[in-house]
T-cell receptor, first 111, second 116 residues
Framework: DAKTTQPTSMDCAEGRAANLPCNHS???????VYWYRQIHSQGPQYIIH???NNETNEMASLIITEDRKSSTLILPHATLRDTAVYYC????????????FGAGTRLFVKA | DAGVTQSPTHLIKTRGQQVTLRCSPK?????VSWYQQALGQGPQFIFQ???????QRGNFPDRFSGHQFPNYSSELNVNALLLGDSALYLC???????????????FGPGTRLTVL
């Protein structure tokens, strides 16, 4: 099972881009990288996912390195409401996806 | 479009009791997964139900069991409650379990279980 490593916490100024790194050096070819965030005591919110290519949606961009050993989630213009715990997850397929969460990165967006 | 709903919101039980938590998946979804989240930790995968069968299971004892109904809703049952079972229990739904690119999970708000 591929594991992920993320910084425990990060700060970002409001209006600036937040770049959240994730290391998944043991990822294998059929494993997807997913990002979720969790605002205090709420259910995790899906942000974005990818396999090999960079992805972008209305919430964020996901940059995956060519060797797929690491990725970066980019929130282009962070707001105070983006303060949350961000989870980088590698989901592996075994006839069904099993999702393993790590401890995540606590992002503080400051005014 | 209704998202994932869970009931009850909060629950208080005593050691040794049994509890049942309920989940209704997002409209159009057919797969339900359950997670346990202790305070300050990430969610831990309990099991996943698809086509009314348990398809995947995490490292949880047999005291944790589940069920999925024909309308895709699901229940999580925990027997012989321990103090350590106190946690936020999360339900997530998705479409077509295991299908890459469609098996994106959407989470409900959770049920906060306190065991005294």
């Amino acid at each position: 099972d591929a594991k992920t490593t993320q910084p425990t916490s990060m700060d970002c100024a409001e209006g600036r881009a937040a770049n959240l790194p994730c290391n998944h050096s043991t990822i294998s070819g059929n494993e997807y990288v997913y990002w979720y965030r969790q605002i205090h005591s709420q259910g995790p919110q899906y942000i974005i996912h990818g396999l090999k290519n960079n992805e972008t949606n209305e919430m964020a961009s996901l940059i995956i390195t060519e060797d797929r050993k690491s990725s970066t989630l980019i929130l282009p213009h962070a707001t105070l409401r983006d303060t949350a715990v961000y989870y980088c997850i590698v989901r592996f397929y075994t006839g069904g996806f099993k999702t393993i969460f790590g401890a995540g990165t606590r992002l503080f967006v400051k005014a | 479009d209704a998202g994932v709903t869970q009931s009850p919101t909060h629950l208080i039980k005593t050691r040794g009791q049994q509890v049942t938590l309920r989940c209704s998946p997002k409209s159009g979804h057919d797969t339900v997964s359950w997670y346990q989240q202790a305070l300050g930790q990430g969610p831990q995968f309990i099991f996943q139900y698809y086509e009314e069968e348990e398809r995947q299971r995490g490292n949880f004892p047999d005291r944790f069991s589940g069920h999925q109904f024909p309308n895709y809703s699901s229940e999580l049952n925990v027997n012989a409650l321990l103090l350590g079972d106190s946690a936020l229990y999360l339900c997530a739904s998705s479409l077509k379990a295991g299908a890459p690119d469609t098996d994106t999970q959407y989470f409900g708000p959770g049920t906060r279980l306190t065991v005294l």
